[in-house]
């Protein structure tokens, strides 16, 4: 053992079940999930719980059953039900997260056969998916629930989902689920366990030893002789330490087979409970005290019950331990502040003996560290009853509901005299204001022995902004947000402790509804209009199934990284830099190759070929050589025989630098320095500058976006494999765009591109990352391989991936707006700076779409915009869905609200006065016609029932103070296809075997939007309708099969003619003999697009996609926290080739946008460091995040003579609906501030993070929080 061996490098490479997959490495996505079974001797029973492969200890499986998800189910013998029915509820786009999924669900079946939707979005809390959306996932799920609520026949939809009417995917007949079919545990295991093992198990390795004893006296022997060697429990602290920051221990010891550490004991004052016990048993043991004992008793017990649903995910939980969590002694931990203020003791052991100690203010030291001594072991934890008169309650704020470490949690402990408001005793902890759990003393000081009213309380708000004091620049950064944190939270603690004391009811507090409905949903797939006048063999426009959606459920789809290794094969591990901007002075590899299984490092020195890119006339190096511009950038590669090899390698690369001076980081600094890649772009309609003096009023405004990261699931993935002669390569490669990579790999190597061939199966996602990025990352891959002649593989870490590959472009714009008092905007003026970061990538394009699309839905006459891509010292920015467009449009929205907000007016009147109407012409001289756009928008209004529900709102603003709702509508009009204009072509070789089966090798590729589905439903419409089929995929350029179809069903019709009740099998048969080539190529030559910058007009799209959208949120003013209620969503999507598959499309990019919206924050420390590098500090949206009620109708009646079968592109505008939540949150917070006498426009930047939309809200707690002087101190985070 170099460090401990975990499961899923079991999986992976030993026993090659490559179904359970790696997201993260750190618990933080799911994708890894695994079903532990282990038996008890004691109870007789067996367990079943969910965990993640990534941080199981393989040592720790000692006796465990392990089933993933090859176990449960597989295409050569029967799939499973849960496999089928995600699949078939099309909860699987690009399949990366389904097998996580599939195992989270099947893992809960095994306990619960009748789930309750609680418990699904429980148990999918944790497993990430960048594509779906999760509301078909959930829906798939939702069949085991034993009460079915709602089906399409409820929302009035006409035909019956459970009649089967309309379909012809038969998703409805579902395999049922058999629990007495599910795979028996090991009989041997429960013998092992039975006739049990008193021996002590060690496992021995390299560098490290696992220890695992048998009982109590050995275990506390073990600690004394060894008090540095940490107690693994659950891995889920000393796991990602070792993985993340390269900890290493010597010695290990796991006391899972003590028993002694599971105990629980009742006592008349409370319970011990084992320290050994997991988080989700302390949960289920206390779920099953509370209905015991008197409500009174129990006050304890339910804080603890609800920190610990919200804590981590139920992987974790089902895997951490209580012991584990006191002992790691996290600054936010959720558990000790609840413990800790709960008078709650601990029973410790060491050779010394055992003893008491008080869970107290001077138990936790600092960070990770309490008052115990080395050697002792924490036996139980004492939870004790609660008193009559003694409140206790919990509470946190996260940046994610739910598996996200809290900003700020708490809990607090009143005891009252009997019968009397004056207070007895009082505890109050935070986690998430220091290093570790603190105690608000003096805040308790100020509270005990007085009355609980206004004026106690009053005082006691001040004394706890005293005592609880963060530096400006403490780690973590959110310094004024959390201060208000803890007073708001006080604050909701007196409000509960006064209901109780006055048995009052708070209509305020009416709590959000747990659970997601997404039965709610309406398809309008049975409606769908093309049924009607279509033959029943048709497939176009039918909502058929992903067609590798059972195989990514059962894990045997093949993603990169599946490949199995090639003999001799390497793998490859970037050096990137670690300074910001600086002269490389010193490059020492020398240690690097002298560690075991290092073979060569790469340098820049060994391309034989270009050794750099060139865009827009900027030269861009593959590695660093002299100087570096960024940290994250890569310098060189060390490739060894295994991963871990490599990465010590990596790290033992020496590299000296001398630091630049002024590395520019912000937008502001770019601009300041000049700091541009060239060309910057303007765009003029009118004249702004004239406008502006007749107009009735004038505005300026300004709003800051952040980036986003893509968060594909499966990380950037490569393996580059030298054929052996003629310098030929095999790539396998994980890229939308092949043949930039294959052009990039011979440019470096210096071959023809007819020596490289490019294999691109699927991506588990790629949203715009795996273009520019890939191929560079591609081109070094190759040339490691081209140098060792060995096949050579480089699959990034999700924090590497993070750090190197950048994503979507932050943005600052600044605006002048004129309009008149009716509402009309009659001129705009807007600059948009955009952070590109150290290299120009596609940002001059990015640049050029925002200024393309500045107008949104909008008919401003007099518009001019200006848009520039500052060159920064942070890692480059890329494509990224939408391609600026979701940044350019959140402006012009937040413009057009900020007029409404000056006139104080409606923000849907004010856009309604300003879209574009009948024939219309854009800026740039496009002529369009808007009549679907406004179709769109009336339609939603309708079905939203916007001005009642916008009433509705209103009222319930009135009648609250502290939690507020808020509404929006939102339009748009987005354009499709590429103003380069050999961009816009395609083209697809269809070869038809002798038995009939048919290949298509065509130039799009499959990252989850079902491509392969759609050609195939295409293929089956123009091949004279195959019955079989063999439809298999390798890309190069851009898709067109239908041209090649037609071809071929012109050869093959003389040959039908003549035996017309034959098959196909028998023409294709007969063609071949009668010599007719069975092979055709097909070619599009799409629209001629072009724009001219300096005219500045053009026909840069064929033609618009456009939506309405509109949400509602309740928010939290004391918090920030929000939910989204309920979202409505028209889109005219032409006539849909497949509409379960666009629908898909739709949600998908909805809740990415949410993301970026409201959720995903990028942080880079002061010297220009990204914080966020992994699924713990970056959260994307989860389940919980998912509206209450979700609704997408797709707009019938439309039709589209610019694409296929009249379709329309729809996998990138919808992410732009996602603002939707974004203006309803900040239409709550206008309600919010209009209670503390503030109206007008204000400033709200994206995302609307609970932090900025607490913080805007202005409460009284918020104003009492002194804002730091700006360049007083060094801010933890840029503000980029
Ligand atoms: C993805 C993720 C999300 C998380 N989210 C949250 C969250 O929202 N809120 C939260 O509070 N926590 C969260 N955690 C932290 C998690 O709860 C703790 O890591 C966990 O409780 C630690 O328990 P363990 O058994 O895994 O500890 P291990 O990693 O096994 O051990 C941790 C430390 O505790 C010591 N230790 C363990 N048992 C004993 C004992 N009996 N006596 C003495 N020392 C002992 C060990 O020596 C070691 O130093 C999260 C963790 C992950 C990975
Ligand atoms: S890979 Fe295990 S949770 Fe992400
Ligand atoms: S389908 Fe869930 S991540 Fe792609």
Redesign the pocket.
């Known amino acids: 053992l170099q460090r401990p061996k975990l499961l899923m490098s079991l999986t992976v490479t030993s026993v090659r079940l490559t179904g359970t997959k790696y997201g993260c490495g ?3 996505c799911g994708a890894c999930t695994v079903m532990v079974s282990r038996y008890q001797p004691a109870t007789k029973t067996i367990i079943h719980y969910s965990a993640n492969a990534c ?1 199981l200890p393989l040592c720790q499986l000692h006796g465990a059953a392990v089933t993933t998800v090859e176990g449960i189910g597989s295409t050569k013998t029967r799939i499973h039900p849960v496999q089928e029915r995600i699949a078939k509820a099309h909860g699987s786009q690009c399949g990366f997260c389904t097998p996580g999924m599939v195992m989270s669900m099947y893992a809960l079946l095994r306990n619960k056969p009748h789930p309750t939707m609680e418990d699904i979005t429980q148990a999918l809390a944790g497993n990430l998916c960048r594509c779906t959306g999760y509301r078909p996932i959930v829906d798939g799920c939702r069949t085991f629930c034993q009460v079915q609520t709602n089906c399409c026949q409820a929302n009035g939809a006409g035909d019956c989902c459970l009649n089967g009417e309309g379909s012809t995917d038969e998703s409805e007949h579902f395999l049922p689920l058999d629990p007495t079919q599910e795979l028996i545990f090991p009989p041997e295991l429960i013998l092992m366990a039975e006739t049990g093992n008193p021996e002590t198990l060690t496992f021995c390795g390299e560098r490290m030893r696992w220890v695992s004893p048998a009982s109590l006296e050995e275990l506390v022997q073990l600690k004394a002789s060894n008090p540095k060697a ?11 330490d070792i993985k993340f920051k390269g900890v290493l221990h010597p010695l290990i010891i796991s ?1 899972t087979r003590v028993m002694e ?1 599971f105990e629980v004991t009742q006592t008349p004052q409370g319970v011990w409970v084992g ?2 016990c997991s ?1 989700s048993e302390v949960r289920s043991l206390l779920q099953k005290l509370v209905p015991q004992f008197p409500e009174e008793k129990t006050e304890l017990f339910r804080a603890l019950i609800q920190q610990l649903g ?4 139920q992987q ?1 939980r089902n ?3 209580l ?3 006191i ?2 002694a ?1 600054p ?4 000790n502040p609840v413990l800790a203020a709960g008078n709650c003791k601990l029973s410790v052991i060491s050779t010394g003996g055992r003893r008491e100690v008080p869970l107290n203010p001077d138990f936790f030291v600092s960070f990770g560290k309490t008052i ?1 001594k080395p050697e ?4 139980s934890v004492f939870v004790p009853f609660s008193r009559k008169g003694e409140f206790v309650r919990a509470f946190r704020q ?1 940046p994610r509901k739910e ?4 900003t700020v949690t708490t809990a607090m402990r009143v005891f009252f005299s009997e019968g009397s408001r004056v207070v007895r005793d009082v505890s109050i902890y935070y986690g998430g204001m220091g290093p570790t759990t603190v105690s608000a003393t003096k805040t308790c000081a100020a509270l005990v022995t007085r009355p609980w009213d206004d004026e106690t309380l009053s005082r006691a708000y001040d004394v706890l902004l005293d005592e609880l004091v963060l530096p400006p620049s403490a780690p973590g950064g959110k310094v004024e947000f959390r201060r208000s944190l803890t007073l708001s939270f006080l604050f909701k603690f007196n409000l509960e402790v006064l209901q109780k004391l006055r048995e009052m009811v708070g209509l305020q507090f009416l709590p959000l509804p747990r659970e997601i409905q997404p039965s709610l949903q309406e398809f309008q797939v049975r409606k769908y209009p093309s049924f009607k006048d279509q033959s029943v063999q048709d497939p176009v426009g039918r909502p058929i199934m992903h067609r590798s959606a059972i195989s990514q459920a059962t894990g045997e789809a093949v993603y990169c990284d599946d490949i199995p290794r090639t003999d001799g094969e390497l793998f490859l591990v970037l050096v990137t830099s670690s300074r910001a901007h600086a002269k490389i002075t010193g490059l020492d590899v020398s240690e690097a190759l002298r560690l075991p299984g290092v073979v060569d490092v790469i340098t820049a020195k060994d391309i034989p070929g270009k050794k750099v890119r060139t865009m827009f006339g900027y030269h861009e190096e593959l590695l660093a050589e002299s100087e570096v511009s960024c940290i994250g950038q890569m310098i060189c590669a060390v490739v060894a025989d295994t991963r871990a090899h490599a990465k010590r390698g990596a790290a033992a690369v020496k590299i000296s630098y001398e630091d630049l001076p002024d590395p520019v980081f912000t937008i502001e600094e770019a601009t300041e320095k000049s700091s541009f890649f060239e060309p910057r772009r303007v765009i003029r309609r009118g004249n702004v500058t004239e406008a502006f003096e007749t107009v009735d009023q004038l505005y300026e405004g300004e709003i800051r976006m952040g980036g986003q990261e893509h968060f594909y699931m499966e990380t950037q993935s490569m393996l580059v494999v030298p054929v052996g002669e003629e310098t030929e390569f095999k790539v396998y490669v994980s890229t939308q765009w092949p043949t930039s990579t294959q052009d990039a790999i011979a440019e470096t190597l210096d071959i023809p591109s007819n020596r490289v061939t490019c294999h691109v199966k699927r991506m588990g996602g790629a949203f715009g990352g795996k273009v520019t990025k890939t191929a560079v990352l591609a081109s070094i891959t190759s040339v490691a391989a081209w140098k060792t002649n060995r096949a050579v593989r480089c699959v990034l870490e999700r924090g590497e991936d993070m750090l190197i590959t950048g994503g979507r472009h932050p943005i600052l714009a600044k605006y002048k707006v004129g309009f008149m008092n009716d509402g009309r905007i009659v001129a705009a003026d807007i600059e948009y700076y955009t952070n590109a970061g150290n290299t120009v990538d596609e940002s001059v394009l990015v640049v050029e779409k925002i200024l393309l699309h500045m107008d949104n839905a909008y008919n401003i006459p007099n518009l001019q915009g200006r848009a520039a891509a500052c060159r920064t010292n942070l890692p480059s920015n890329t494509a990224f869905r939408g391609f600026g467009v979701p940044q350019s449009i959140m402006v012009v929205e937040n413009m057009v609200n900020d007029v409404a907000v000056v006139l104080g007016r409606p923000a849907d009147q004010i856009r309604e006065i300003n879209m574009y109407k009948g024939p219309s012409v854009t800026h740039y001289k496009f002529e369009f016609s808007p009549e679907n756009m406004l179709r769109c928008w009336e339609e939603c209004k309708v079905k939203a029932d916007y001005s009642a529900r916008r009433r509705a709102v209103d009222q319930f603003n009135q009648q609250n103070r502290w939690k507020k709702r808020g509404m929006s509508i939102i339009p748009i009009k987005y354009g499709i296809a590429f103003a380069e204009s050999f961009l816009n072509q395609a083209a697809a070789l269809v070869h038809i075997y002798k038995d009939g089966s048919v290949l298509v090798t065509h130039g799009g590729t499959e990252m989850g939007q079902g491509i392969h589905t759609k050609m195939q439903q295409v293929l089956l419409l123009n091949l004279l309708y195959l019955t079989k089929k063999t439809f298999k995929s390798i890309s190069f350029v851009f898709p067109f099969t239908q041209n090649a179809c037609q071809t071929l069903y012109q050869r093959l019709e003389p040959v039908r003619q003549k035996d017309p009740k034959g098959s196909w099998e028998s023409w294709v048969n007969a063609a071949f003999f009668e010599k007719i080539s069975l092979s055709a190529t097909g070619f599009y030559r799409g629209p001629d697009l072009y724009m001219d910058w300096d005219k500045m007009e053009g026909q840069p799209y064929a033609y618009f996609t456009f939506g309405a959208c509109c949400c509602e949120v309740e928010l939290d003013c004391l918090t920030g926290d929000y939910r989204t209620v309920r979202t409505d969503i028209v889109v005219d999507i032409g006539r849909s080739v497949n509409p379960s598959v666009d629908i898909g499309q739709i949600e998908g990019a909805f809740m990415q946008g949410l993301g970026l919206y409201t959720l995903e924050e990028l942080k880079f420390s002061p010297s220009g460091l990204l914080y966020t590098r992994g699924p ?1 500090q970056y959260k994307i949206p989860a389940v919980c995040d998912v509206p209450l009620r979700f609704n997408v109708y797709l707009l019938s009646d439309s039709h589209n003579p610019h694409a296929i079968y009249s379709s329309k592109g729809i996998g990138e505008p919808v992410l732009f609906l996602g603002s939707s939540v974004f203006f309803a949150i900040k239409d709550a917070v206008a309600a919010a501030r209009a209670e503390s006498g503030l109206v007008g426009p204000f400033s709200l930047d994206s995302p609307a993070t609970p932090e900025r939309a607490c913080l805007a809200c202005a409460s009284l707690f918020t104003q009492k929080i002194p804002a730091s002087k700006p360049g007083s101190y060094k801010p933890w985070a840029l503000n980029i």
């Open positions: 750190g618990g933080g941080l940490p107690l693994v429990m659950g891995n889920t602290n000393i796991g990602p006391p550490l320290a050994g988080l919200n804590l981590g995910s974790i895997v951490a331990s012991g584990g969590n002992m790691s996290y936010n931990s959720d558990l115990l002792e072991i924490v036996v996260a598996s996200s470490f809290a713990s």
